[in-house]
């Protein structure tokens, strides 16, 4: 066992201006997450039913988060006591690098099932790929949760690195598995969409990278306060562009998925699907997506420039005023 002589990574004495860097830290990513949990609440009725498990996921990694970071900030606030120009550790500050485990061992596996929620597997191989990545995500974040907070407080450089190699092992299948997904995906959907998926698995898979780093860096050097403070700004911008930024091109997947559906046939949407200002398709209720073309235009109440509709009743007869509103049995 090869255990450094320094104090517990989150124990550290903070200047002033290190304390004040990681409250803000804090603070800025848990504002962040609060306001994609409320814009994803808000908007969650744009995204097709079909692609709706996305928006559920990203719904709850961003009230777990949330929380996550109420209780992260909390910890530092109380976790430290001002003497002498200099912010002491108490036994709470502990809880400033335990709490986020918890946090991602929830919130990463989620984050594999908002992905893959608007790939184009289906069936029997999107259950078993979807059951996989999520295993493998929270055992990527339990393993690494041993070697850096449960085998000699994070201090034992040995326990770090085995623990982290078997953490990588895990890593390595959640990205070879989810990037297969999002290839075999991309020939199913349209060219905006592709674009916007690919980049999503980018931003993900690219935030993912920090955290391994982090991890390892007490391998390699000693612990000191002002690596604790970057550890939590990385930790805490890393989240932001994982939850936030991946969620919304995600979000914007979807929408153009949804769209796509549309305007295919594929499925119904009974509002106008819009992205950045361009109208991407009409409204289409669930209604006249079971009728025939000639039907629906006559349950929408198009008529011709006569006022009359395409059987030759008056805008005021008995398939007028009243027949846009009819479903297509009530019109047999």
């Not at 790939?119 to 790929?129: D, E, I, K, M, T």
């Not at 092992?169 to 990205?175: E, R």
């Not at 982090?214 to 306060?225: G, K, L, R, S, W």
Request: glycine letters at 8%.
């Amino acid at each position: 066992m090869d255990v450094v002589d320094t104090p517990t990574p989150e124990l550290q004495t903070m200047s002033l201006g290190l304390y004040d860097l990681v409250h803000f830290a804090l603070m800025a990513a848990g504002f962040s997450l609060l306001a994609y949990f409320l814009y994803t609440w808000a908007s969650r009725e744009e995204v097709g039913r079909r692609y709706r498990p996305a928006v559920y996921a990203g719904l709850c990694l961003a009230a777990v988060a949330t929380v996550s970071y109420l209780v992260l900030f909390l910890k530092w606030d109380t976790g430290f006591d001002l003497q002498d120009g200099r912010y002491l550790p108490n036994a709470e500050a502990r809880f400033t690098g335990s709490t986020r485990y918890p946090d991602w061992a929830v919130t990463v596996p989620l984050l594999t099932v908002e992905l893959l929620a608007v790939c184009s597997l289906a069936g029997a191989r999107a259950r078993n790929l979807r059951a996989s990545a999520m295993a493998a995500a929270f055992l990527m974040i339990l393993t690494g949760y041993l070697g850096a907070q449960v085998v000699a407080d994070g201090r034992d450089r040995t326990a770090l690195v085995v623990w982290g190699l078997v953490s990588t092992a895990f890593f390595v299948y959640l990205y070879v598995a989810l990037i297969g997904a999002v290839r075999a995906s991309l020939p199913h959907m349209g060219r905006e969409a592709a674009v916007s998926l690919r980049n999503a698995t980018i931003v993900l898979l690219g935030s993912f990278g920090v955290y391994p780093l982090v991890y390892a860096i007490p391998v390699f050097v000693d612990v000191t306060p002002a690596w604790s403070a970057t550890v939590q700004v990385a930790y805490s911008t890393a989240d932001v562009i994982a939850k936030v930024g991946f969620g919304l091109l995600v979000h914007k997947v979807a929408v153009l998925r949804t769209a796509e559906d549309v305007r295919g046939g594929v499925d119904t949407h009974p509002e106008p699907v819009w992205v950045s200002n361009v109208h991407e398709s009409d409204g289409v209720l669930p209604e006249l997506g079971r009728v025939s073309s000639s039907a629906a235009a006559a349950i929408r109440g198009e008529h011709d420039h006569h006022g009359h509709d395409d059987h030759g009743h008056d805008d005021h007869g008995h398939d007028g005023t009243h027949g846009a509103t009819r479903t297509a049995r009530d019109r047999s």
